[in-house]
């Protein structure tokens, strides 16, 4: 396979048809070649090396039509592409379950291979072992049903969400705390009723601003119940499917399937790192908790709990009355135009790059796309598809697109998210680094020889810990400095974002509960697979946090990490553990170029050719801790 220049999008509907559907038909006859070549390759490097040509192909096809199902703003394009995720991903799901590859591969095990190339194969190998490759026939064909039938809930499920978007009407005078240029973007219908949907830009300014009670619980229900009742039998059955197929392949539970290639290891050690979490922030939780609720009885005093239609807006408000950091004037700092190229700037500096815009089409006119650069080396392309659309992403989330070969492919990757265009509250700014920490991370960890670890193909569970990272430069006032202007076009001063930063101690571990609440939901789902989904997980909810769920809800039908994440959102956490630990070394200065070249060398350009815990000693000269967790958690 020749060196591939950059990815080129059609420039038509029927062009993108034809990607949608060709390209996977195309990918996978490659991979028939080099998979019907595999029993005769005379040597391990051979054997890997033809095993390394199907990976390439199957995967640039699956990201090529996983992106277009999600982002696409044409719905036969959208729909084609599912087909087309189906499709290869029966293809992937078939190979490790073949036992004549398996024992094409297997022969090589023992041959004299240099480390990186012995990791590889029994990285594969172990594919084949949790594919169901050495069950009996009838055995293994369930498992081929299952898998197969889980990848189509999957996608029907995240369908649903992407398709669900809400709307509500509420009477313009209970917008009252809005933001003026939210207001003026909204006007009034004639009957005096303001038209609210779900997308983020409506939903975010509602839940911190809104002072109208009725309205942040009418629009967060609202949200809660996206994609209900759609996704209800969908992942009833998708919570059956994996746990008949987490049987079959010998484990306890799909918790235990899911965490075995993991840092965290399995199913037990998640159960008591989410114990551990409990415990480090019950108190502090209890502690915050009737500050929030005698905030809420000073405008509603028949309130008896806080909620989390109210979370938010009472964070905002005891922040402003405690320490002085009023949320709009934050916000009034950080117009878009000037947040999208400080991120580039950042990261630049940071990280020694250069960010140069390319005119190409693109799937939609929102796309900005840019070639990476260190010196004159590209290294790779990013798109940025940054504002919301009908039919598309709902969230915020990094997508490969091009998985990167030294030498032969460039990385390329992309951002779907969500943002206002015009001033974005600061915790979209936080989402905007957040993110960027997975592009960054995809590109420069995309030149490896082996595509199982190129790009952000460390443990699922240490993914979270560069983006996470990287959202601590959204908090620093130098850099902010260098891309605010308020309305007199000075910076945000130092002194605000220095009150922000000790105003967002408070809440942490109210915060922490919450992300309790989803790990907890995301887990026991898993392990106990309940009858009644709805009561199930507003039990949980209620049990975990303080801050209570609103009654009647189906969150867990918008919950779109249930299908990538599966069983194992306490990635959040787990991986926020050691982003605080990795933050401990920059000290005092988070530009620090020594610092951050050996953040660059150890921890991102490796991608996955190592483990986790291996980048972050290297990085750090030591094993993580949970130390500068506490620290961060106790608000210091």
């Known amino acids: 396979m020749e060196p591939l220049e950059p990815f080129v999008f059609p420039t038509d509907l029927e062009g993108w048809l034809t990607a949608a559907e060709g390209n996977a038909d195309a990918a996978i006859a490659l991979v028939r070649e080099f998979d019907a070549r595999l029993a005769t390759a005379a040597t391990a490097e051979a054997a890997l ?22 982002a696409h703003p044409d719905a036969a394009v959208r ?14 799901s078939a190979r490790v379950r073949d036992s004549s590859l398996f024992d094409a591969l297997r022969a090589h095990e023992g041959a004299d291979l240099d ?7 029994a990285h594969v190998l172990r594919d084949f072992r949790r594919g169901g490759v050495d069950l009996p026939a009838e055995e293994r064909e369930r498992v081929r049903e299952l898998a197969d039938r889980d990848t189509e809930l999957s996608l029907a499920f995240s369908r649903n969400i992407r398709e669900g978007r809400r709307e509500i009407r509420v009477p313009a005078e209970d917008l009252v ?40 619980v009418a629009l967060v229900s609202a949200y809660n119940d996206l994609a209900w009742p759609e996704n209800d039998e969908i992942l009833s059955e998708l919570l059956a499917v994996r746990a008949e197929r987490a049987q079959l392949l010998g ?82 700092y950080f117009s878009f135009s000037r947040v999208l190229p400080g991120v580039l700037e950042t990261a630049a500096r940071l990280l020694d790059l250069r960010f140069v815009p390319v005119e190409i089409p ?28 009908e039919g598309k992403y709902s969230h915020a989330a990094c997508f490969g697109l091009v998985p990167g070969v030294a030498g032969r492919v460039l990385p390329e990757a992309v951002l779907l ?22 592009l960054v991370h995809d590109i420069l960890g995309g030149r490896q020889r082996f595509v199982r670890f190129s790009g952000v193909a460390t443990e699922w569970d240490f993914v979270e810990a560069p983006s996470q990272l990287l959202e601590e430069w959204a908090w620093d006032p130098s850099v902010l400095a260098t891309f605010t202007a308020g309305a007199d076009g000075e910076p945000i001063p130092a ?45 949980w909810y209620r049990e975990t946090s303080p801050v209570q769920p609103l009654p009647g809800g189906h969150s867990y039908a918008g919950f779109g990490h249930l299908t990538g994440y599966g069983s194992c959102y306490y990635t959040y956490q787990w991986s926020l553990v050691i982003a605080r630990d990795l933050r401990a070394a920059f000290g005092d200065d988070l530009m620090n170029p020594a610092v951050a070249e050996r953040y660059r060398r150890e921890i991102l350009e490796p991608g996955g050719s190592r483990d986790g815990a291996d980048l972050v000693q290297r990085f750090l000269g030591r094993p993580y801790t949970f130390d500068a967790y506490r620290q961060w958690l106790s608000g210091n």
């Not at 929102?366 to 940054?386: A, C, M």
């Open 495 to 539: 002194a605000l974002v220095e009150r922000m930063q000790v105003a967002d101690g408070f809440g942490r571990a109210l915060e922490v509960r919450r992300q309790l609440g989803h790990a907890e939901v995301s887990y026991r789902l898993h392990v106990e697979t309940p009858g009644d989904i709805a009561a199930a997980t507003e039990r």
């Open 79 to 92: 729909a084609a592409a599912e087909a087309a995720v189906q499709k290869l991903d029966a293809v992937a």
């Open 177 to 216: 705390g809005l933001p003026q240029d939210f207001l003026d973007a909204r006007p009034a219908d004639g009957e005096g009723f303001v038209t609210l949907t779900t997308d983020y830009i409506d939903l975010m300014p509602v839940r911190e601003y809104a002072r109208v009670r009725d309205t942040r």
């Open 115 to 121: 480390d990186e190339s012995a990791r590889f194969l």
């Open 251 to 332: 484990y306890a539970t799909w918790a235990d399937y899911e965490t075995e290639p993991r840092m965290i290891g399995s199913a037990a050690a998640v159960r008591t790192f989410l114990d551990c979490l409990d415990e480090a922030s019950a108190a502090a939780a209890d502690a915050e908790y009737p500050l929030l609720l005698d905030r809420l009885r000073r405008d509603d005093p028949d309130a008896d709990e806080v909620t989390v239609a109210d979370l938010f807006y009472l964070l905002s408000q005891l922040r402003q009355e405690r320490h002085d950091v009023d949320a709009q004037l934050v916000r009034s």
């Open 49 to 70: 090396g033809l095993w390394n040509n199907a990976d390439l192909a199957l995967t640039g096809a699956m990201n090529e039509a996983y992106l277009l199902s999600e």
């Open 417 to 438: 998210c969500n943002f206002s265009r015009g001033l974005m509250t600061h915790d979209e700014v936080v989402t905007f680094f957040h993110e960027f920490g997975h």
């Open 362 to 389: 693109a799937w939609h006119e929102d796309v900005r796309t840019y070639d990476v650069f260190r010196n004159d080396d590209r290294l790779g392309r990013v798109h940025l598809d940054l504002h919301p659309r």
